[in-house]
């Protein structure tokens, strides 16, 4: 019993022997793998690399797939900076470096521009006919006796604004219209005319040309309003 004991306590010469070199191998395979899972980390971390250099993205992304490593997140798209508000020109230094412009030189400011207005008061102006409209106003009737079509303006160079007026008897009898346009620069009055248009036949669409302000006036627009006949 007591040579058991003393036998276990010192083991034989050669189980020491089998128990060093066992130790000893264990310590190379754990060293070995260690650097094989270096190696393919660092494998893996090019491979990941090279998949950031592939340019199609739906390539990348298997390739990250494939690798099981994770997706790369999109970079936020930053907001649109705000357009800077435009400036104007000054019209007093338009052409210019911020040197004075006299007055004859400087661009037209349509905005600055003040006049007395001009009233032309009533004209008589020849008549083209144009053509011919159905005759249906009447009596118990909701067409207007007369149809207004949108004014035309446009400027003779050194003389005056011309304004076109084209309308349309809708009724059964003969008539005079009488109409007033009013010449504007914006929200300004630049001047007005009474236009008298005699004798437009039934179903007969007339046109003709009225003369408005000097082109000196700036004018953008020209309303014009039926005044009679209106039933």
């Known amino acids: 019993m007591r040579r058991a004991r ?8 050669g189980h020491r022997v089998v128990k060093v070199l066992t130790g000893r191998l264990e310590m190379r395979i754990l060293m070995k793998t260690g650097a094989v899972l270096m190696v393919m980390g660092a494998a893996g971390a090019a491979y990941a690399q090279n998949c950031a250099d592939i340019a199609d993205p ?30 104007l020109p000054d019209p007093a230094t338009v052409g210019k470096d911020q040197v004075p412009v006299p007055p004859e030189d400087r661009a037209f400011d349509p905005g600055a521009q003040h006049v007395a207005p001009n009233n032309l008061g009533l004209v008589v102006p020849p008549l083209r006919r144009i053509g011919i409209v159905p005759v249906r106003s009447g009596p118990g009737s909701s067409v207007p006796v007369v149809s207004l079509d949108a004014t035309s ?20 009898r003969d008539i005079d219209a009488r109409i007033l346009c009013t010449f504007r620069n914006g929200n300004r009055h630049v001047g007005d005319v009474a236009v008298l248009m005699r004798d437009i036949r039934p179903g007969e669409k007339v046109a003709t040309d009225v003369a408005g302000p ?11 309003r039926v005044l009679s006949p209106l039933e």
């Open 58 to 87: 739906a390539a990348r992304l298997t390739c990250y797939d494939r690798l099981g490593a994770p997706r790369p997140k999109a970079a936020p798209i930053p907001a649109p900076a705000p357009a800077p508000a435009p400036r």
């Open 153 to 172: 303006l446009r400027p003779v160079p050194g003389d005056r604004w011309m304004l076109t007026l084209m309308l349309a008897n809708n009724s059964g």
């Open 6 to 13: 003393s036998a276990i306590r010192n083991p034989a010469p």
């Open 214 to 224: 000097p082109v000196t006036d700036f004018v953008d627009s020209t309303p014009c």
